[in-house]
């Protein structure tokens, strides 16, 4: 094949040549399983809590157990949970901007 041919595998690659094509590194996508990670063991952890089962039966429209034997401190707890790796991939994103913005001035 030569360099006019317009068959060239390289250009059936490239569709527009000045747009770049997302990219993300090791870094992130290990940062998004960890993410992910505490996440879902916080959902599991709130699904054995009895007043987060009782909140999920009446979203559902189930009936409510009979037993309540929740408080109010175990639902903060799992609200905390639920949020805490939200709020730490927003403070490391705000600190990855900031930080980079500081190296390219």
Do not use: Y
Request: glycine share 4%; charged share 10%.
């Amino acid at each position: 094949m030569t360099e006019a041919d317009p068959a060239s595998p390289s250009d059936a690659r490239t569709s527009s040549p000045g747009v770049p094509r997302p990219q993300v590194s090791i870094a992130i996508s290990l940062l998004l399983v960890l993410i992910s990670a505490l996440f879902l063991a916080g959902l599991f952890s709130a699904s054995r809590v009895p007043s987060v089962q009782t909140d999920i039966a009446i979203w559902v429209g189930a009936p409510p157990p009979e037993d309540e034997s929740g408080s109010l401190s175990q639902v903060l707890f799992i609200m905390f949970t639920f949020t805490s790796p939200l709020v730490i991939a927003m403070t490391l994103s705000l600190v990855m901007s900031v930080w980079n913005k500081i190296t390219r001035t």
